[in-house]
T-cell receptor, first 113, second 114 residues
Framework: ETGVTQTPRHLVMGMTNKKSLKCEQH?????MYWYKQSAKKPLELMFV???????ENNSVPSRFSPECPNSSHLFLHLHTLQPEDSALYLC????????????FGSGTRLTVV | AQSVTQLDSQVPVFEEAPVELRCNYS??????LFWYVQYPNQGLQLLLK??????LVKGINGFEAEFNKSQTSFHLRKPSVHISDTAEYFC????????????FGDGTTLTVKP
């Protein structure tokens, strides 16, 4: 258990479905992140939240919609995804935004069919 | 802007042999440096980090890394590897002027053979 919990671990969804990924941390961290990890590609930073405010959105398509209701929870809402969106989605948290390192969750393996 | 280059995409070694995974970075300001390990179907786990002070940093699982400012490198080493060290290893860099955001290398796959 890393301190950052992601659910579900695996998700298969059709292109017309709507689903949500959940991330939870109780480390007292104030910043949370969504990363996408595709095969043979570098880690892609998708969103950054600091104190529940979105501070970065790296040109992510609108079919991905993040939500941070409080500093312990982060969601990624998915709708009308494409097969190329299949990937491992990783949540991470850090104490403030001082660049002192992340704690990652185990990820959600998403397959879009 | 900052960047990270992991010089080897794959490193095969035999069990109990030493290993070095190479990482070079570029940045116009002082940096923090990290190595993360990712086992199959898992997230990334922090192995070690350099923030300041001694340039030789020891981490978990017997790994260590040395910060070399003149060569802008942060190579990861282990004197004797085990089968269980087979994983993907990521070098990352961040600075405290970039809002805590880390830049990751492309990863090095370490395969330990019996």
């Amino acid at each position: 258990e890393t301190g950052v919990t992601q659910t579900p671990r695996h998700l298969v969804m059709g292109m017309t479905n709507k689903k949500s990924l959940k991330c939870e941390q109780h480390l007292g961290h104030n910043a949370m992140y969504w990363y996408k990890q595709s095969a043979k590609k570098p880690l892609e930073l998708m969103f950054v939240y600091s104190l529940e405010e979105r501070v970065e959105n790296n040109s992510v398509p609108s079919r991905f919609s993040p939500e941070c209701p409080n500093s312990s929870h982060l969601f990624l809402h998915l709708h009308t995804l494409q097969p190329e969106d299949s990937a491992l989605y990783l949540c991470a948290s850090s104490q403030d935004r001082t660049g002192l390192g992340y704690t990652f969750g185990s990820g959600t393996r998403l397959t879009v069919v | 802007a900052q960047s990270v280059t992991q010089l080897d995409s794959q490193v095969p070694v035999f069990e109990e042999a030493p290993v070095e995974l190479r990482c070079n970075y570029s940045s116009s300001v002082s940096v923090y440096l990290f190595w993360y390990v990712q086992y199959p179907n898992q997230g990334l786990q922090l192995l070690l980090k350099y923030l300041s002070g001694s340039t030789l940093v020891k981490g978990i699982n017997g790994f260590e890394a040395e910060f070399n400012k003149s060569q802008t490198s942060f190579h990861l080493r282990k004197p004797s590897v085990h089968i269980s060290d087979t994983a993907e290893y990521f070098c990352a860099v961040s600075d405290n002027t970039n809002a805590g955001k880390s830049t990751f290398g492309d990863g090095t796959t370490l395969t330990v053979k019996p």
